[in-house]
Every structure is written in structure tokens, then in C-alpha cells.
């Protein structure tokens, strides 16, 4: 089936600096990606969709220049958290529209110390 | 806009019992439905899906769920539940239009007791 492997698997980085987070479609093509993001216990919120060769689309509240977001090929999705903080800790996954429905990557575990 | 409703935050079942978890959505035409579970630290791995035609649909693990119109539901059951089982769960529902967001309930944190 389709597969979206997602790296790093988790991450801590000092405060201030970037992260970059890659989704890759190992065997198809992603024209879409959604990129969510998850706090402890609590649900998946969407924060973006991006598609191939264009700007990302944002949902309300979320800060585009600080989650940049590119999506460059067809096969490569990253997001970049820009100057992180503490409070941008949080559980980040990507998932892919395929044909029957959703394909998720395992996700990346961000922690800014 | 859409939504989805998961009732019950936490469920308790002993190993071999029954299960239910309830999901209740809220969306305009005909909504894409998906059951998804998570593991600790993981992501998401899709149980079943409904789209159209029959309503019970048949997944991964020996669960179902059927949805039911007139009641906004899409409920997940597997008739005996394994310790395998423990996870949490997410319903999700799809717009299946252009946009093909998908918007999950908050999800039930299943504990099976042994």
C-alpha cells in the first residue's frame, strides 16, 4: 500500500532555532499533503494543506511564517517550525490523500528546550 | 462545517468482552467516515472506511462499524477485544469535495483489562 515516511521520528532542538521535518511518498505520488499537529491526549488539528507547486493553505490561527511549509515534488513534503519555542513542542504528522482515502506518516515528536 | 463528536474520552473493557465506541458527525451531504488507531507515539494506522454503498463495513482486526444516517453515526465495534487492543481511537470524517480535509473527533482512549 501507499507509504509516507516521515523523518526525524523525534527531534529537540534549543529554542530559537529551526527544525525541518520531511514526509516522503515512498511509492506514489502526493499531490496533496496535510500536515496536522497533535498535543498530548489530545486529537489531530489540521494546520496546513500544501500542494505540489504551490503555496501552502493555512488554517485560521496558524502562523505561516513560523510552520513554513514547501512541497516542492511530487514525493517531498517538509515543514519547517522557524525559531521554535518551548510551546511549539507538540507531535507533528503528515498524511497524504491516495486514492482510497488517507495515508499517515509516524509522525515526529518535536520537543524545544 | 463539518465536525466529528466521540462521546466517551476514556473505555474500559475486559479481555474478551464486547466494544463499542461511539461517533456522531456533523456534515452536509454524504460524509467520508474513517476509524483510525494510534499507538503511543505513533501514527495513524485506518481500521475501516465508508464511503458508500453498504453500511456495515468490515475492517482490519475484526472490527466494524456501519453507519447509520438518520442518527449521524458511525459507530466501531469488534465483539471480543483483545489486550492488543489498548490504544486510542479516532473517528474522522472527510468533505470528499476539493478540499478532501479531514476533520477527527477527539478521540477514545481504549484500556482493556486483563
Known amino acids: 500500500g501507499a507509504v509516507v515516511s516521515q523523518h526525524p521520528s523525534w527531534v529537540i532542538c534549543k529554542s530559537g532555532t529551526s527544525v525541518k521535518i520531511e514526509c516522503r511518498s515512498l511509492d506514489f505520488q502526493a499531490t496533496t499533503m496535510f500536515w496536522y499537529r497533535q498535543f498530548p491526549k489530545q486529537s489531530l488539528m489540521l494546520m496546513a494543506t500544501s500542494n505540489e507547486g504551490s503555496k501552502a493553505t493555512y488554517e485560521q490561527g496558524v502562523e505561516k511564517d513560523k510552520f513554513l511549509i514547501n512541497h516542492a515534488s511530487l514525493t517531498l513534503s517538509t515543514l519547517t517550525v522557524t525559531s521554535a519555542h518551548p510551546e511549539d513542542s507538540s507531535f507533528y504528522i503528515c498524511s497524504a490523500r491516495v486514492q482510497d482515502g488517507y495515508t499517515f506518516g509516524s509522525g515526529t515528536r518535536l520537543t524545544v528546550v | 462545517a463539518q465536525s466529528v463528536t466521540q462521546p466517551d474520552i476514556h473505555i474500559t473493557v475486559s479481555e474478551g468482552a464486547s466494544l463499542e465506541l461511539r461517533c456522531n458527525y456533523s456534515y452536509g451531504a454524504t460524509p467520508y467516515l474513517f476509524w483510525y488507531v494510534q499507538s503511543p507515539g505513533q501514527g495513524l494506522q485506518l481500521l475501516l472506511k465508508?464511503?458508500?454503498?453498504?453500511?456495515l463495513v468490515q475492517g482490519i482486526k475484526g472490527f466494524e462499524a456501519e453507519f447509520k444516517r438518520s442518527q449521524s453515526s458511525f459507530n466501531l465495534r469488534k465483539p471480543s477485544v483483545h489486550w492488543s487492543d489498548a490504544a486510542e481511537y479516532f473517528c474522522?470524517?472527510?468533505?470528499?469535495?476539493?478540499?478532501?480535509?479531514?476533520?477527527f473527533g477527539t478521540g477514545t482512549q481504549l484500556k482493556v483489562e486483563l
Open positions: 474522522a470524517v472527510g468533505d470528499g469535495g476539493g478540499g478532501n480535509k479531514l476533520t
Open positions: 465508508y464511503f458508500s454503498g453498504d453500511t
